[in-house]
């Protein structure tokens, strides 16, 4: 039986690998859950999965939640100092770092220290703090899982072979909803608009970004720590048809690469049970209905996230901070209809041509660039 914790419950990577948990009772067992403020679905969680101990970040949802489960022998606690307790919880064999936001790094580097398994969800941990996570990984002797679709493609296709024999990282995207529109006609792009993923469903925020290319962007930087590659070496290559997850040429031009149907449930799955695999019930891919796959080079100059993404991990330090921040402040600015869509790349320029670099950032340096980063949009906007 493996025990594991789960940050982020009530999103989207958390309540499918509750759906994995599920479909494998015998093997798995939910020790602690935490999330944000959904009281009424973490009710519900508590209630069918059981976990030991629960946390929710907002203090006002924490008291309510201890109302109305008061009948069940849960532990409910608040804030970060919840998340961290469980992340130190002894029973915890892997931890799932499903929570949005550098809110998740902290309790990460405190389960590595733990001597937890990593099943990694949160961009911002690798992003922000990769120089931190990765080197305390190794020295800790702790696997970091990627649940991300296109890293654990890489993951799955680089089993069993040196890291030294990698010629390029070849990371695949879908293009998202604007795949060979112009600028200009992005200029009049709505929240709605941009929420009309064509393959993958998922939470607001990651559909925005992988509108903007931004979250393409973000995962290049993932990928530079998860597989020690530098940034020239990992090259974005639009598939459209997401079947084809993401590929590695090796260095004697040999590719690999991972395919499935775009289903977040199978990365989080092999996350789990690595290095075994499990059946999974769902769909399978046709390839007499596929009829064939296409290949794009990303258009940097319309979407100008990647670009900057690149220039972000270039320049390092700090840097790719600012860049993760100043686009989930912008995001939330889109959504909330206060800016325009190309304003996104363009504030995270700006937000990035304001910062002077801190090189290896600690987490309160980390934490600090986040805020003025904030700051800095608040006075823009």
Known sequence: MKRIAILGSTGSIGTQTLEIVKNNGEELAVEALAANSNVALMERQIREFQPKTVAMWSEEAARELRIRVADCPVQVLQGMEGLLEIAVMPQVQVLVTAIVGMIGIRPTIAAIQAGKDIALANKE?????????????????????????????????????????????????????????????????????????????????????????????????????????????????????????????????????????????????????YPDRREMRGNRVDFFGLGGVTFEEPDMETFQGLRLAYQALEQGGSMPTVYNAANEKAVALFLDRRIGYLRIPELIRRCMEHHTVVESPDVDQILAAEQSVYDYIGELV
């Open 125 to 273: 941990t690798l992003v922000c703090a990769g120089h931190i996570i990765m080197p305390l990984a190794r020295e800790r002797g702790v696997s970091i899982l990627p649940v991300d679709s296109e890293h654990s493609a890489i993951f799955q296709s680089l089993n069993g072979e040196p890291g030294k024999r990698i010629s390029r990282i070849l990371l695949t995207a879908s293009g998202g909803p604007f795949r060979g529109k112009t600028r200009d006609q992005l200029e009049q792009i709505k929240p709605e608009d941009a929420l009309r993923h064509p393959n993958w469903n998922m939470g607001k925020k990651i559909t925005i970004d992988s509108s903007t290319l931004v979250n393409k962007g973000l995962e290049v930087m993932e990928a530079k720590w998860l597989f020690d590659v530098e940034p020239s070496r990992i090259q974005v290559v639009v598939h459209p048809q997401s079947i084809i997850h993401s590929m590695v040429e090796y260095i004697d031009g040999a590719v690999i690469a991972q395919l499935g149907v775009p289903d977040m449930k199978l990365p989080i799955q092999y996350a789990l049970f």
